[in-house]
């Protein structure tokens, strides 16, 4: 931070910007007038025993604002909450960190995650960009949210992450959830200070994670994955990843790494626009997470994919079913910029191999229809975006010789791209499309494919198709799947289920070939009892089947359409 703001006391401050108003458990925080930090409203939120004054608390950022992080929060058996207020002026709240009183520093992590957490509706940095001399002075936060105590949830909704070292969440424990919907994350990585094989949405190495959802999110600009999730000894037991834009993502690793799969894997309705930017080559040092796909070409070397698991861990694990896979109605596109880089990275000597790499592994092509599972686009461009990545890929690629790393995951002289400052990506960004292309229909329903947050009308009529209704009554005793009323139908007919606990529930509709007709129900939900009006305007007379999972849990009906 600039010497002038380093040199302000925030203490004055604190007691200025807290207003214990606006309901219970609440704790409604002005916008500052000075720097004040976020982190010690919060960790000083306890009795004079210390003990938690409320374990239910909710930070309730005055729109408009700006906070500061400077310490490690741990949430060890409370509720860690941080939500934008509904209502009032401006902006989404700001927090960005900074380096810690006495030190040179970021925090390493700002959450110790020991209980649930929940974020919404505000924007996180990973240092102060306003001060160009911050980045250099202490670098910036390595993990946001790290889980290493099993049991916690983690739910992320409307955020903007940006200048993230290694990732936004990190488990290093089992995790029963963690969902990302409606977020922006910009600039995952922090090279030449953090390494090129950092950079992602989740690092969820080495443990199980029940359900791990990613819907309606933008990520762009990032050095590695979106998800890590590899040696697996647990197993990513539900997997969505649905209607999300990617752009410019460096893919050191890939894009998706799934490790070791469960009862199921959706990916479909996304996005993706130079997905892994630094292509594919034979580079030693970009050997090791891909070999858990254990497909290599004749020389040995692995076969660089964008998305791939660890088939001989999903087929070994205690009790393990076959993997429900879905990978359909994706839409990519590898820029000319990119395109030129890789030819440029040829010419001066690098590997005359270097390409776009595969999609999908061998192994999950072979789970799958391949035929509308990721479709290419002959052209294709944002409205307002930041130019390719060509810069970072030059350096992070190209031999030592002509000024880059040869390959290796830090080091040279770092070249820098066009690397906007956290409030471009809240006001100026714009990753609408046109409405000529083939992406613009493609998803399912006739949906654009990527986050639909670009398209707010298609939004809001993809939400109400998405509907299910939750109706009263005591919470079940067991799952239930109930036959549709009226049946046969038209063009009109309710489903109701029930589920006994907080569960990441789909129910699907199928033709009689298997097929996917479309998804009614996608969402995590509470215990309880559901129903779902279920229009079938534009579906043929025939029998279709209707299928619920929740959990291990998994029951399907058939049902008839007469028109």
Known sequence: MKAALRIMLPIFLLLSSLTLTFGQHIMFLTKPTGITYLDDIINADTTSSGARKDTLRVYELQRGGTWFWHSTVINAGWKLDIEAADT????????????????????????DVQGDVTVKNVVMCGYFDLDTSAFNTYGGTFILFRCATPGPRMEFDGNVFNNVGQAVASAFAAVPTVIFRDNLFANMGLPPTVDVGNGRAIDCRNVSIDSLVFVNNTYLYGFDRVVRHIASVGRLNHFIFDHNTVYENGGRYGLIALGAVGASVQITNNLVIDPMAFGADTNTKRQSDFKEMNEFDSNGKVKMTWIYN????????????TTNWNISNNYWYVTPEIQATWNTLVTNGWDPNLNMGRILTDSIKAKIDTTNAFIKLDSFSFTNVPPPMSGPVLWATEPTSVGGTGGASSGGTYIPYDKHLTLYYEDTLNCTYST??????????????????????????????????AIGGVVPAKYTLEQNYPNPFNPSTTIRYSITAPQLVTLKIYNVLGQVVTTLVNREQAAGNYEYNFSADNLSSGIYFYTLRAGNFVSTKKMILLK
């Open 88 to 111: 009032g002026s401006g902006g989404k709240p700001i927090i960005y960190s900074t380096e810690a009183s006495g030190t040179t520093a970021a925090p390493y992590n700002w959450v």
């Open 310 to 321: 660890s088939p001989a861990a999903s087929d070994t694990l205690p009790g393990q079913a």
């Open 436 to 469: 000529s292309s083939p992406a613009y229909t493609g998803a399912n329903g006739g949906f654009p494919a990527g986050d639909l947050n670009w398209f707010p009308d298609k939004k809001a009529a993809w939400e109400q198709l998405t509907d299910v209704k």
